[in-house]
């Protein structure tokens, strides 16, 4: 197979960082599998280990430490350089998308079937894996931590093992947090840019510049957004029409997003990570929790039925640890479940009924609008992801002495940023469907209920609970 050839130096800075990035595939690829190495260690080694007591720091216990990496500095970290550079943690060090394209190197394949290409999974799988960790205390636990990261690992190397050659399927379609990526990658001020009108030239030229083995399957020419990329560099200068640019954080969201609906990423913004993954966090304070549990316990005890108060379940389907004075009662378990589903439903909600009376307001109904607009939120959305995964990054860090300083501060700024980005983009958006300044000042006056319901759900968890 012609395969296509390093590009010539550029005298563009971020040119030149993109073809840095191709000219040295061979040290990223070594670097990725001293992050598998790193990965595996610190998933694997705490399973042998006995559970930290209450004297354990991360300096004296690699339980604590292996904790801290992955829930403390690994996923909050991810998620804001994501949104500072665009995936470049996917292509270039995610240790799961190495492990699927090398199962992919060497596996049977297989083409893709359709069922797998649908375009709902990765936000069902962010669903799923958000559930099932909260049941069972993935945080705080190296055993469900093995058991979702492993697991997970596990199936990218088996769908790469399957289907593609030399390719990132599991990536692609299947990833539970890939969706969330691809959201976060659309703030990014970086993305590899291709210009259809030089990628033209190259064809009436007669240019046969050979084959770029993308990874994550993007389909270069017709690629507008950063979502799907992996800023791996793999086609950096590929015919003259592909290099590494800036761009305006606004860009996507105000000029692409809004051109090919995508459902699925409007249920993640909407109920995912304005809703469930709100309830996630928020259940172990919220008072509402306690009450509810406090009255289906009494109502129970009332009817005589104590069973489901005094029984447990194993640790793979709900938090069992009596050695550390940790059970979930099968009530606990049923309560908890409904709080993030009815946080998921009610947020949910409540965020649609904001943005779809924002779309009534610049016009006629318009289901393209509803999810260009919903778009909108992805600043407030990734905000708060960010702020309660670095939450437990706080509380880690200060069990051991570690006070970081002006936190509350920084919360509050970075909320204020958030929706501050996300009133800008929504009067954008606004103009291109309508001329009339009072549509708009309407429409942003229904969006600003939805700010509030993002913003203050974080309001509630660390200023009011």
Not at 270 to 275: F, I, N, R
């Amino acid at each position: 197979m012609n395969m296509y050839h390093a590009p010539p130096l550029r005298a563009d800075p971020w040119r030149r960082v993109g073809d840095w990035l191709f000219r040295h595939r061979r040290h990223i690829q070594m670097a990725q599998w001293v992050v598998v190495g790193l990965y595996l260690a610190l998933l694997v080694v705490p399973l042998l280990l006995p559970l930290p007591d209450r004297t354990a720091t991360i300096w004296n216990n690699l339980t604590r430490f292996a904790q801290l990496m992955f829930w403390g500095i690994w996923w909050p970290f991810v998620i804001l350089v994501t949104a500072l550079v665009g995936r470049m943690w996917c292509g270039l060090l995610c240790p799961e998308g190495s492990l699927s394209e090398f199962a992919s190197r060497h596996g049977r394949g297989g083409a893709i079937p359709k069922w797998l290409q649908w375009s709902g999974w990765p936000t069902a799988a962010f669903a799923l894996t958000t559930v099932y960790g909260q049941m069972t205390s993935v945080y705080q636990y190296p055993k469900p931590a093995a058991l979702i990261l492993g697991g997970s690992t596990v199936a990218a190397m088996a769908v790469g093992y399957a289907y593609g050659r030399n390719k990132r399927v599991w990536c692609r379609y299947l990833c539970p947090v890939g969706g969330v990526f691809a959201l976060m990658a659309k703030l990014a001020p970086l993305h590899f840019r291709s210009d259809p009108f030089l990628w033209r030239l190259s064809q009436q030229r007669g240019e046969k510049p050979g084959v770029v083995e993308c990874a994550p399957l993007v389909p270069l020419r017709t690629m507008r957004g950063a979502g799907d990329c992996h800023m791996c560099g793999r086609c950096s200068g590929f015919r003259g029409a592909i290099f590494l640019a800036r761009r305006s954080p606004n860009h996507e969201i105000i000029h692409v997003a809004g051109t090919v609906p995508k459902p699925a990423e409007t249920v993640l913004i909407l109920a995912g990570l304005l809703g469930l993954a709100v309830g996630a966090f928020h259940w172990s304070a919220s008072p509402w929790f306690i009450s509810a549990k406090q009255a289906l316990g009494g109502f129970l005890i009332d009817i005589g039925w104590l069973a489901p108060l005094e029984q447990a379940l194993p640790w793979w389907l709900l938090t069992n640890y009596p050695e550390r004075n940790d059970v979930l009662t099968v009530v606990d378990g049923a309560l908890l479940l409904a709080y993030m589903l009815a946080s998921a439903a009610t947020l949910g909600a409540m965020l649609s009924l904001s943005v779809a009376l924002s779309v009534r307001c610049l016009g006629r109904w318009d289901g393209r609008r509803f999810h260009h607009l919903t778009q909108t939120l992805i600043p407030l959305a990734g905000a708060g992801l960010f702020l309660g995964l670095s939450a437990m990054t706080v509380t880690q860090l200060r069990s051991d002495g570690i006070v970081i300083p002006f936190v509350a501060e920084a919360r509050a700024g970075l909320l204020l940023l958030a929706a501050t980005w996300s009133a800008c983009l929504g009067w954008r958006v606004g103009g291109l469907y309508t001329e009339s300044p009072g549509r708009r000042v309407g429409s942003m006056a229904c969006l600003a209920f939805a700010w509030t319901v993002a913003a203050g759900s974080w309001i509630l968890f660390f200023w009011v609970w």
